[in-house]
């Protein structure tokens, strides 16, 4: 069954929505107030859920975290990170393994 948002995420779902669109900001109220991580590689609702005093990560934390959890190999993740980046995806990092 379906959760509806709380009316206290709602009040924070429509502050946002007028900043970054529809999508993220139902999922930065919830993740705010059911403890939760917001995932995103766009800048600003990443900004926006960190001030929020939200937990935020990536498609970075996500591969730098499957290594951890071994998952995936280094090596695994340098490759997938490489392709990525070959599609025009965006990262300050080339190397996962360099990250760990």
Known sequence: MA???SPVEAILFRE???MIGSGEPACIATAKH???IFFTDDFF???TSAA???LVSG???ILEAMCIDNHISRDA???LLAGMVVKEFRSQFRRISDLL
């Open 3 to 5: 959760t509806i948002i």
């Open 16 to 18: 946002l929505i007028l």
């Open 34 to 36: 059911r403890g939760g």
């Open 45 to 47: 609702p990443h900004r």
């Open 52 to 54: 929020h005093g939200v």
């Open 59 to 61: 498609t970075i934390g």
């Open 77 to 79: 993740a340098d490759v």
